[in-house]
């Protein structure tokens, strides 16, 4: 093997995932099994109807010493941060802090703080004084939270390239780990829900006015969420599943929507099994964006028959989560990674009556077994396209 190449990937030592279905894996695992969605009518004031799949707790202050970075996505963060904070500092004990690095996703940041602080200045023409821009709104605010929380202290950055940013940054670390300038890199992405992405998909009319229904004939658009999830990888270990590759492209068709060929899909998806040097025939199961847009769900769909054929079993979980935008690659690695770990696939909400032009095989209803290898779709705005490749433990 090159140091650009290993087929037989890296480690997934550790991970934790949380949204509206729960704020701990095994809370999302639960709901998962047992086909329960998140979504729910949405608690901010809209000129629109909509659903949403809010995180479920209530959300405590960071610690004191993390003060200065509050914000509700600095403290979602946190709360699913737990989950695969005692591997983080088991690596950082093995490896040596400096040589774990953090790679982390986000699409609107800290966007919602500086909502509450205009709202704030409308109102009474001052910014509250524990407003901090840099520190609450910046991308590498949540960089700075998880770096401080973990101790790690290799090389890091943020990566924002809208809904595949946390799968992007899968595969920063992944090329982290093969160029050795890191050990083992904490990767995965966080998102809040917030007035600006909630009506700016409003205004594309790409936003369902109730739980969204991906490949569904009568779907009509997406659902919005949050959360977060985490994934540690290591160069060598023991754990649930392996990062088999990650496939990226770019097709660049247009700012809004996909290329009405599918190519940027399915370049990323060839790219992921070229990584692990395997053909479409060794996958057991699709994790699709599935966004449930009209034209999203049907190109998607084209372009998995195109490389798969029709008997690969597909999800989409976002009539569960909602889409997290910049932490839905990293959550739905982590429920690709559930698959291979508990032996089933949950059923994809709200597909009946399933479009006619949709020709996947389309999981309708929990389907259980032994999942080897799992590919997870993302694909961004601007035809940034990201496609995880996870297999089973060796």
Not at 4 to 22: K, M, Q, S
Not at 110 to 124: D, H, P, S, V
Not at 220 to 234: H, I, K, R, V, Y
Not at 235 to 259: F, I, K, Q, T, Y
Request: charge should be negative; charged fraction near 20%; proline fraction near 5%.
């Amino acid at each position: 093997m090159s140091g650009l190449e290993r087929g037989d990937g890296f480690p997934i030592t550790g991970y934790a995932v949380g949204n509206a279905l729960g704020a701990s894996s095994r809370e999302v695992a639960k709901a998962l099994a047992l086909g329960r969605s998140g979504l729910r009518p949405c608690p901010f004031e809209l000129p629109f109807e909509t659903y949403c799949g809010q995180f479920p707790d209530v959300l405590a202050p960071v610690p004191p010493s993390l003060a200065a970075w509050d914000s509700r996505l600095a403290r979602i963060a946190l709360v699913v941060l737990e989950g695969v904070a005692g591997a983080v500092e088991r690596a950082c004990r093995r490896w040596g802090a400096e040589r774990v690095a953090v790679v982390l996703g986000t699409s609107t940041g800290g966007i919602l703080e500086t909502e509450r602080a205009f709202e704030a200045y409308a109102a009474c023409g001052e910014v509250p004084a524990a407003f901090d821009l840099d520190r609450q709104h910046a991308f590498d605010a949540l960089f700075e939270v998880v770096r401080r929380r973990t101790g790690a202290g290799g090389p890091g950055y943020v990566v924002s390239s809208a809904c595949s940013s946390s799968g992007k940054a899968l595969g920063a670390a992944r090329r982290l780990l093969l160029a050795g300038l890191a050990d083992a890199v904490l990767t995965g992405g966080a998102d809040t829900l917030c007035q600006t992405t909630l009506r700016g998909f409003g205004s594309l009319e790409a936003i369902s006015r109730r739980a969204c229904r991906p490949f569904c004939a009568e779907r009509d658009g997406t659902s919005l969420g949050e959360g977060a999830a985490f994934l540690l990888l290591e160069r060598d270990g023991d754990g649930p599943a392996r990062l088999l590759g990650v496939g990226e492209s770019s097709d660049a068709h247009h700012m809004s929507h996909p290329h009405p060929q599918g190519v940027g899909a399915r370049l990323a998806m060839k790219e992921a099994l070229a990584q692990a040097g395997l053909g479409p025939e060794a996958v057991d199961h699709v994790n699709a964006h599935g966004t449930g847009t009209t034209a999203n769900d049907a190109i998607e769909a084209g372009a998995i028959v195109a490389l798969f054929g029709r008997s690969v079993p597909v999800v989409s979980t976002k009539g569960y989560t909602g889409h997290l935008l910049g932490a839905a690659a990293a959550t739905e690695a982590a429920l690709a990674l559930l698959s291979i770990e508990c032996g089933f696939v949950p059923a994809s909400l709200g597909a009946e009556p399933l479009d006619p032009s949709v020709s996947l095989y389309l999981c309708l209803a929990r389907r259980e077994g032994r999942y080897r290898r799992v590919l997870s779709n993302s694909f961004a705005f601007g035809g940034s396209n990201v496609s995880v490749l996870l297999g089973e433990a060796s």
